[in-house]
């Protein structure tokens, strides 16, 4: 009678599981972490930091999407999660898809989700959204962007151990992501840092999966930790004493996941505002100019540590050439004085800066323009 009772349990417990796990962090952490990613943009993307209340509401949007009958490769629901560590060696799993794919096969990839590649796809789709200058599809794809990172700074969405059933952890997802955070959410708070250019979303994307799983042993350890001291056999509901003790063992972690969380969005929103309008929406902007100037891509590109940069004047001109980092701060002004018409050429090094993207802008009376340099030592 008592394995019986037991079995029941489990079976109410998993019915359970299963109609909470749609929401995954919680939505009470992923409304957090869109909402606050704002603070860390710079003002230069003032419109899109004012519409920071939409993206909260928009936060678990992609969880109501999910449709468990759809057999597609990038299928909802397996677009937020990996079970990272069913791969072997997964330290070394090639970021690549299509290298992925050959090596276990479509449907070994998809079973085990997709959520480092649905990172990368969604960010070309916001940049292709922001180039076009349609805004109000970008934030939309900006909150689902959200979304998808959240869950890759959740451990138990990096897992193949998800729910802790292999470990007698069973349940621990809803407990952690869903209970413990709406019960303690008044102590979550996120301070500004500054977001950095990231070369390549799908690299970004795998680092910190990697790091959430590095946190699996220890969220496991402490639900093993909550249950002893509270007393809690893990049945029935969980006493305070449980969550108060789960929060003890896992606040500092959980914070800062949340924290990284906000930073990495923001890094990927601006990342793809980067692309969209300082190159390629500038340049598509200023071709009317060309017959006035010419600013040449630097050569060598990418570069180490030295590139000639040339550029043709129509007419004279009083003219700054500058170099830009990737926070916009003016790190180095190659000219800034009267030029001649014609071509011009200057040189510049690199060698006490750090590897990166750089960018340099031309400019003039009524005229600017800007090209994108890769600095690798």
Not at 50 to 72: E, G, I, M
Not at 86 to 110: A, K
Not at 337 to 366: C, D, K, M
């Amino acid at each position: 009678m008592i394995y019986f009772k037991n079995i029941v349990y489990r079976y109410f417990l998993l019915l359970f599981f299963i109609s909470n796990f749609a929401f995954s962090w919680g939505s009470t952490a992923h409304k957090i972490i869109n909402l606050k990613a704002v603070m860390h943009l710079p003002n230069s993307m003032a419109e899109l930091k004012k519409d920071s209340v939409f993206y909260q509401a928009q936060a678990s949007v992609p969880d109501y999407r999910k449709d468990y009958n759809d057999t597609s490769f990038f299928a909802e629901a397996q677009r937020h999660y990996i079970d990272i560590d069913i791969y072997p060696n997964f330290h070394n799993l090639p970021h690549d898809l299509d290298s992925v794919i050959q090596i276990f096969g479509r449907e070994y990839v998809r079973q085990n989700g997709t959520l480092p590649w649905t990172i990368a796809m969604v960010m070309d789709s916001l940049t292709a959204q922001l180039t076009r200058g349609d805004i109000s599809k970008a934030e939309s794809t900006m909150s689902d962007l959200g979304h998808y990172v959240a869950d890759a700074h959740q451990p138990l969405h990096c897992t193949e151990n998800y729910d802790g059933w292999s470990t007698g952890n069973g349940g621990i997802h809803s407990r952690y992501e869903t209970y413990m955070i709406n019960t303690f959410q008044s102590s979550i708070s996120i301070h500004s840092e500054t977001v950095r250019y990231i070369t390549s979303p799908i690299d970004f994307a795998f680092e910190f999966i990697y790091s959430s799983n590095a946190l699996v042993d220890s969220l496991l350890a402490a639900d093993t930790y909550a249950k002893s001291v509270s007393g809690w056999n893990g049945s029935g509901t969980p006493p305070s004493s449980y969550y108060d003790a789960l929060w003890e063992k896992t606040q500092d972690f959980t914070k800062n996941q949340i924290q990284l969380a906000t930073i990495a969005l923001a890094s990927l929103w601006y990342t793809a505002w980067v692309d969209a309008y300082i190159v390629t929406a500038v340049e598509n902007e200023m071709v009317w100019l060309q017959n006035q100037f010419k600013l040449e891509q630097n050569y060598p590109n990418p570069f180490n540590p030295e590139t000639e940069i040339r550029f043709t004047l129509h007419s004279d001109n009083h003219i700054t050439l500058r170099v830009y980092d990737c926070t916009g701060k003016t790190i180095s002004t190659l000219i800034d004085e009267q030029r001649e018409a014609g071509t011009h050429t200057v040189r510049w090094n690199a060698v006490e800066f750090p590897s990166g993207f750089y960018f340099l802008r031309l400019s003039g009376i009524g005229f600017h323009h800007t090209k994108k340099m890769i600095f690798i030592k």
